[in-house]
């Protein structure tokens, strides 16, 4: 037994996975569509947000996987920016996703950070 969407009302149900290429088929074609109908929600979820309050909400979140992704590269977070830096870069990524030459040295030279290190954090 597995538990996938059903076709009409969206909820979970049990499917009957037998032993067959036929009924494996079924089963992926079905957490595929789970999965697919998860993601739109939490798009619209995202969007919704962003609409209410004005930040994306998401932010915080890639701010926070890109400092702890450099620690685990074996640098600090500290060691890459200042604090205050951090939290500018984390308003302005609240904002833009991405940011272009221009934009990168200017944050560079407001924060007092290097180039490289202002496109390490984006």
Same mark, same amino acid.
């Given at each position: 037994?597995?538990?996938? /969407?059903?076709?009409?009302?969206?909820?979970?149900?049990?499917?009957?996975?037998?032993?067959?290429?036929?009924? $494996?088929?079924?089963? /992926?074609?079905?957490?595929?569509?789970?999965?697919?109908?998860?993601?739109?929600?939490?798009?619209?979820?995202?969007?919704?947000? #962003?609409?209410?309050?004005?930040?994306?909400? $998401?932010?915080?979140?890639? /701010?926070?996987?890109?400092?702890?992704?450099?620690?685990? $590269?074996?640098?600090?977070?500290?060691?890459?920016?200042?604090?205050?830096?951090?939290?500018?870069?984390?308003?302005?990524?609240?904002?833009?996703?991405?940011?272009?030459?221009?934009?990168?040295?200017?944050?560079?030279?407001? #924060?007092?950070?290097?180039?490289?290190?202002?496109? #390490?954090?984006?």
């Amino acid at each position: 037994m597995a538990l996938v /969407v059903a076709e009409s009302s969206g909820a979970l149900v049990e499917l009957d996975v037998g032993d067959s290429m036929q009924s $494996l088929s079924r089963l /992926v074609d079905s957490q595929r569509e789970l999965f697919h109908s998860q993601i739109d929600q939490l798009q619209q979820l995202v969007v919704a947000q #962003c609409k209410l309050t004005g930040v994306n909400p $998401l932010a915080q979140e890639m /701010v926070r996987f890109l400092l702890s992704f450099r620690a685990l $590269l074996g640098k600090r977070p500290r060691d890459l920016l200042n604090p205050k830096a951090v939290k500018y870069l984390q308003s302005v990524f609240s904002i833009k996703d991405t940011i272009g030459k221009k934009e990168t040295r200017e944050l560079s030279a407001l #924060c007092g950070v290097t180039v490289s290190q202002v496109l #390490c954090f984006m």
